[in-house]
């Protein structure tokens, strides 16, 4: 199951559109561990009529932390080494990783789990925070319930108040219903349901009756294991759809797979057997075993990927990804999660600093200590330049990770630039509203010179033919970076634009410029880069602009996961057709994808030196709009 779980998550993010909703995996692994701690401690009670907190703490420590803490150090360092927007937060990520508070810390900042643009290096362990925080305050729930009959009545509640916190949050906040612990409790609470109601060494059926009601689950659990393949690749990831129903039955879905391969319904049913010896092939155990290792790498690997080479194929990258993280998640089972989980982190520490101060030494030396450490004869050299080239790196890791975390900046070179176009466009738009005429500044000379346009884009052309035709701009982050070079070509145009703005806005931005009697006679739309846009809305538009005026539609380019961007892209194509004279189209996208080297890191945004491109992609669709309407 762990295995199950793992290639869910490592499909959705190194195979673009492979599992649009491949997050999941997540909720998988939610239900195993709200099983299995669940089972263990209640097993433990039944034999000693107690639970010993310390020890299951302790045991929960060293089993997660120290090759969580082995993450954090290695991609930290190689974070450093790649400088820029791969160490954005480093400090605050650092810090709430290691502690557990990962996702609180990211509510508490806005942050938004869903966005594309500028990942931080490490998103993935805010799972891991809950699963934590399950850990210190699930066990002293269970010790009040443990002796009472209807036990499972208390999860069960929980569970459903969870998913329905998630339902009503996440139309209002995608992230805080995906982040926080309450309303992404249910599918540890699902596993531990399943742990309170079946002991897991559950007898033979005594009945042949029985034993047929029993052998339903194997059917159930194939029909289980299709329920999750159908929402991992049929759902998107910002369909509202998935928060409201899709991970409450993804979660009752892995609970019904791990009923299915319990001894009692595997003699019961020969279904049951085979997906038993499916979830047990050496292979998949195999890499259940290292699943949370891999749980941990592939993300902060992908992102200093992406960051290092944005414009690489996603999905070389993601091939690579996946064998590096297969490779460092069995070093670290070997080398550090086991060592410490036997002999304890403090014991294995001190084992180490032994070997490091014998591998200089002579003769044979002895370490002391409990039998489960490492123990040894004497040092070959071999072993001895091993020894040594593993404190080196160690050490280097070290003094790396402290620099990038000493210059750590707290945003992204793209934030700041839309920081700043930010405040330019609210003085544009201040003056704008006091009656003075806005003067158009140059936008600051590129640091790149602007390639010569290819034969894909439009033409690009400096006679302006708008003449007196006003001009209103509604657009998203990409039109925001843009706006100083855009307020500097229509000194007098309307600009509107915002972070995270998608289509569903467009009704009330319009409506709100019609009372004011602001909205231009060419209004120019550019919100294909967060969310979908249907041929209804884009005919609302129209309906609402009135056909004295012209709408110019700026489509979008992004990376492949973005399956959005092509839906909004086919859209806007379908209404230019449709409407020939009313709709003109601004094409970035292919502007965009034959300049990939102009763009952010996201790559969506234009840089700098991709900014002059961005408006005379836009210029060319302006003018063909304003030589449309009548007397132009």
Known sequence: MRALAAAIVLVYHLIPGAAPAGLIGVDVFFVISGYLIT???INEYERNSRIELKAFWLRRLRRLFPALAFMVLVCVALAALVGGDALVKARLQTITALTYTYNWAQIATGSDYFAASDP?????????????????????VLLVIVRWRGRAIVPGLLAIASATSMAIISGTNLSRAYYG????????????????????????????????????????????????AAIGTQIYDDDRGLYIWGLPVASLASAIIIRAVMPDVTVASAMARG???????????????????????????????????????????GACVAALSLALAEISLRYVEDPMRRAGIIATLRAWGAIVVASFRRGPHRLRGDSSTMTFRHLSVGRRIVTLAMTTVTAAAVVLASVGLAVAPTKTTLQMQIDAARAQLDQHN????????????????????????????????????????????????????????????WPKALVDAEVSRAMPSIDHLISRQLAADSLGDVVIVGLATNGTIRDDQIEGVLHAIGADRRLVLVNGYSRPKARWVIDANAAIDNAARQHPDRVFVANWHTVAADHQDLLASDQTHPRKAGIDLYVKTLHSAINEAATSLDGH
């Open 39 to 41: 089972r263990l401690l």
């Open 120 to 140: 931080l290096l490490l998103t993935n362990v805010w799972s891991l925070a809950i699963e934590q925080q399950f850990y210190i305050v699930w066990p002293l």
């Open 181 to 228: 612990t309450d309303t992404h409790l249910f599918g540890l609470m699902i596993g531990a349901i399943l742990a309170m109601i079946i002991s897991g060494r559950a007898p033979r059926p005594s009945s042949p009756r029985l034993v047929r009601l029993v052998g339903l689950w194997g059917p159930a659990g194939w029909l289980a294991v299709a329920v999750l």
């Open 275 to 317: 997906l038993c010896a499916i979830l047990e092939h050496p292979v998949l155990v195999w890499i259940g075993t290292r699943s949370y290792g891999l749980y941990l790498w592939h993300w902060p690997l992908l992102v200093l990927a992406n960051y290092q080479w944005p414009s690489a194929s996603p999905y070389l990258v």
């Open 430 to 489: 201040d003056a704008r509203r006091n009656g003075a005429a806005p003067q158009g500044t140059a936008s600051p000379k590129p640091t790149e010179p602007s390639p010569p346009p290819s034969d894909k884009k439009p033409p690009a052309t400096d006679e302006d033919k708008t003449g007196n035709v006003s001009l209103s701009f509604i657009g998203d982050s990409v039109m925001l970076a843009a706006s100083p070079a855009i307020t500097a070509r």
